[in-house]
């Protein structure tokens, strides 16, 4: 049975590190810091790794998840990224302000732009595996190899100078070297020896010079070193104070009087996910400026210390501080205008706009809003400057420039008929004396100045077949203008007026008889007979009148809105001694759809018989015709003359109708798929005759509404599938129109499935749905990824970070509108590489043989092992097994608090 040891196990565990360190000897005993715990640096960062600064007090932070190095200011904001063609690590500043960063085969250099400007030595391949990185007083290069077990030199323009150190645990040797720093008092190079958890010093030509530290648990004893910085008194001659180093591992941070018997102070940190405590941290930077000590947690911020007091209150501020004015309206003619916008808290305001304009108080409704109301303007153009002063007495200046109108001048134009009959117009109004009026017609485009007399003005004004938008402005120097608008309708073409009666100057021996009228106009009015309204019925009139002895005046007339008359006037004779003429058929009114008609009648004595003007065939007093017609309505008079020479009249309207009724569904528009059972239709049908309209929903009749020309239809579907749904309209002659609508119910939510994932915050999500739906992945917010859709699969591409993760979700959408909903099943990496249901040390070896690249981790073995580097405290796999991981198996191995 093997017996497992945490000292055991410590020592086999950690093969990595790539950080920085320095060393120094001092000649007075350090007392133990008094640590306060400060606000954390959070912005921008997902997932740091290594810390440095600048002489500006510029601090840098490396994030493989951001891609690319975060730099702050003095006092934690975030100023700029400097994006890395590979995951950045190790991150230093040389003394020209050259940015140094590790990007695994090689280091670049950066300029202040955040340009790449060039690579150490022989540049990509010059290192196994660029870890942490130092620059000492001269501006001389120093780079750990953590693969390489070495550490190289460059001098300062990034030439290659030299290489010290290599595999071993004897005193200047290495196992995994991760860190390292320059300490100036004694300008010599710290150099954090990660696996065998110990600090070496070497002078500025690699030479060994002494050691801090051993491998363990207790004070001045680490596990996992990873990152180390100095602490100097404040004056001329600096002396070293203190050294930081951070404890991977043991989720800490060491400070140690480094006497030439070094002398250890006090723990700064535990493990935990609260404010102040660590949860696998990698680096360490004492910044000397403000009295921080500033620690890269793997917890996913940079916490922060105060030291002995120490803290952001005494940096410098050199940021101005943040102002805007919210967009204003101009220009105005208010009296007043109000001005707000927002502030940094605590800054002072002060607003200038010269001129005769009055500033009121300035209010703070909030701590970073402020507003005020301005007065007295003079007409023209006003610029407002308003300046922010932080306490620093850094300045912002922002400026809005405002113009101030007076009220437009009076103006009104007379009414205009809704309609008209008259190219010209004549337009007329009020308007303040010295006014500028201009009528626009927006019509035609044409704009010209107006007559302005006095306080009247007045134009003839063209207009254009049909509707007309006419606008009127009145303008005076330095104000406002004014407008008023109007609408007219240029109709000037009367009515098309077809009458369907006796010839002018017949006789009739019929004392009632029908007049039929068709009238057509786009904007009719009303339709008379003798005076007397007609109502239409189906777009066409039909009234009666009775006649009285002797002559009979018949006047159609048809008026439209612009006052256009058409009418038809004739005269027909009454007299009932004539010859009485009847018709058999057709029917008066009667709709064909043939172009000729048979008629046939009757007269009641010895006469000839006319039809349309041509012989009727005669078979005693029965008379018949074929009759030619001519589409649209046809009036056929027949005429009977008897032996003494009188004369007796009778007419039928017969419409010669080819055309189908216009039958319109518009709802739906076109063929649908939808998910409720029961659907509405709606349309409309016309037609000159009257019309009949029937439904039917797969061929069974069902009831259908019909309302002057307007349908509705609600058909219920008893089974999923395509249905068919038809309308037939028929009119008065028998023409037929049909419209189908193909409706597919369709009442399933789609298919879909979502692959499980290893980490609460991924970055790639997969699975399956079903062919034609489509997929997309939401938060509370929202929108949450990029989906992409290939036949039956789908991926989705997350940037963690800017989504929420506990309300992930995929929805799944068909063309139906169903939809499905299925939530991130997550399955943490648990560490057990060897799949034997248990962390053990054996999981823990195999993770270090990965990460050291003694063999190649399967599927399987990343899916249990991969779990780094945390992510908010939750496991955030990158796709490889590295020392975080190792550190994160070990930590679970002993027993200890992990993810």
Request: proline residues 6%; aromatic residues 6%.
């Amino acid at each position: 049975m093997l017996h497992r040891s945490p000292k055991r196990m410590a020592a086999i565990a950690l093969l990595l590190a790539c950080l920085v360190i320095s060393l120094t000897t001092v000649t007075f005993a350090a007392s133990a810091p008094t640590i306060q715990i400060q606000n954390p640096m959070v912005e921008g960062i997902r997932s740091p790794l290594r810390i440095a600064s600048d002489s500006m007090g510029g601090v840098y932070v490396s994030d493989s998840l951001a891609k690319g190095v975060l730099k702050y200011d003095a006092v934690g904001h975030l100023t700029q990224i400097v994006k890395t063609a590979a995951p950045p690590q190790g991150v230093a500043v040389a003394s020209g302000g050259t940015l140094l960063v590790g990007q695994g085969t090689y280091v670049s250099m950066y300029s202040a732009t955040g340009q790449e400007i060039g690579k150490l030595g022989a540049g990509e391949g010059q290192f196994k595996m660029a870890d942490g990185i130092a620059v000492d007083d001269d501006g001389s290069i120093y780079v750990v190899d953590c693969l390489d077990n070495s550490v190289q030199i460059f001098n300062a323009a990034g030439n290659f100078v030299k290489k010290f150190g290599s595999f071993g645990t004897t005193p200047g040797k290495f196992s995994t070297p991760s860190g390292i720093a320059f300490e100036k008092v004694s300008k010599q190079v710290a150099v954090v020896d990660t696996r065998t958890g110990r600090i070496q010093f070497f002078d500025k030509t690699g030479t060994y010079v002494r050691t801090i530290g051993s491998f363990g648990t207790s004070p001045l004893r680490f596990t996992a070193p990873q990152g180390i910085s100095f602490e100097y008194s404040s004056g001329s001659t600096p002396v070293l104070r203190r050294m930081y180093v951070v404890d991977t591992f043991q989720s800490t941070v060491q400070a140690i009087d480094p006497a030439a018997t070094p002398v250890f102070l006090s723990y700064i940190g535990t493990y935990g996910s609260g404010n102040g405590k660590l949860m696998v941290p990698s680096d360490v930077l004492f910044d000397q400026a403000s009295g921080r000590l500033l620690v890269v947690n793997g917890f996913g911020n940079v916490s922060v210390y105060g030291v002995d007091g120490g803290g952001v209150s005494v940096a410098v501020d050199l940021i101005p501080p943040a102002l805007t004015i919210n967009p204003v309206i101009s220009p105005f003619m208010s009296p007043t205008l109000d001005l707000s916008g927002t502030v940094e808290a605590g800054a002072r305001l002060a607003i200038a706009t010269g001129g005769t304009t009055t500033v009121g108080a300035i209010s703070f409704p909030t701590p970073t809003t402020w507003q005020t109301t301005l007065s007295g303007f003079a007409s023209g153009g006003t610029t407002i400057t308003v300046t922010a002063r932080d306490a620093a007495n850094n300045a912002t200046t922002q400026s809005v420039t405002v113009s101030y109108l007076q009220s437009g001048p009076m103006l009104t134009m007379e009414p205009l008929p809704t309609f008209t009959a008259d190219t010209f117009q004549q337009l007329s109004g009020l308007v303040d004396p010295g006014s500028v009026v201009t009528v626009t017609n927006a019509t035609t485009g044409a704009s010209a100045k107006a007559l302005v007399f006095g306080n009247t003005w007045s134009y003839r004004l063209p207009l254009a077949a049909g509707a007309n938008s006419i606008t009127v402005k009145a303008e005076q120097s330095m104000s406002a203008a004014t407008t008023v608008s109007a609408k007219t309708t240029l109709d000037a073409i009367p009515p098309a007026l077809t009458v369907s009666a006796l010839a002018d100057g017949s006789y009739t021996s019929g004392q009632v008889q029908n007049i039929q009228v068709m009238v057509t106009d786009a904007n009719l009015d009303v339709v008379t007979l003798n005076g007397q309204q007609i109502a239409p019925v189906n777009n066409s009139y039909s009234t009666a009148v009775t006649l009285k002895p002797g002559p009979n005046v018949i006047m159609a007339a048809a008026v439209d809105l612009a006052g256009n008359v058409t009418t038809d006037i004739r005269t027909i004779i009454y007299d009932g001694t004539r010859p009485v003429v009847s018709f058999t058929t057709p029917a008066e009114g009667t709709y064909v759809t043939s172009d000729h008609v048979a008629v046939s009648g009757t007269v009641d004595e010895t006469a000839v018989v006319t039809v349309a003007g041509l012989p009727a065939r005669m078979d005693g007093t029965s008379w018949s015709a074929d009759v030619p017609l001519v589409p649209g309505m046809n009036t056929i008079d027949v005429v009977a003359v008897d032996l003494a020479g009188n004369v007796g009249s009778v007419k039928r309207t017969v419409t010669y109708d080819t055309d189908s009724p216009a039958l319109v569904v518009s709802a739906p528009s076109q063929d649908v798929v939808t998910n409720r059972p029961t659907f509405g239709f709606a349309g409309s049908v016309t037609d000159p005759s009257p019309v009949t309209l029937t439904a039917e929903v797969d061929g069974t009749p069902v009831a259908v509404t019909v309302t002057d020309g307007s349908f509705t239809l609600a058909a219920t579907f008893a089974n999923e599938g395509s249905h068919a749904v038809t309308f037939a309209a028929t009119d008065a002659a028998g023409n037929v129109s049909r419209v189908t609508r193909t409706v597919i119910y369709d009442g399933t939510a789609p298919a879909l499935t979502l692959d499980a994932v290893t980490t609460p915050y991924p970055s790639v999500l997969t699975g399956t749905v079903e062919a034609g739906a489509a997929v997309t992945v939401e938060d509370r917010n929202g929108s949450a990824g990029t989906v992409t859709v290939s036949g039956e699969k789908w991926n989705a591409a997350l940037e963690v970070g800017a989504y929420d993760a506990a309300s992930l979700a995929v929805r799944a959408t068909d063309v139906a509108g169903n939809s499905t909903v299925r939530s991130l099943v997550v399955n943490v990496p648990d560490g057990d590489l060897n799949g034997d249901g248990a962390v053990t040390v054996h999981d823990v070896i195999l993770a270090l043989r990965m990460f050291t690249r003694q063999m190649v981790p399967k599927a399987n073995q990343l899916a249990h092992g991969d779990i780094g580097p945390l992510y908010q405290g939750k496991a955030k796999p990158n796709g490889v097994i590295d020392l975080v991981d190792a550190i994160l198996i070990m930590r679970k191995a002993l027993g200890m608090p992990s993810w």
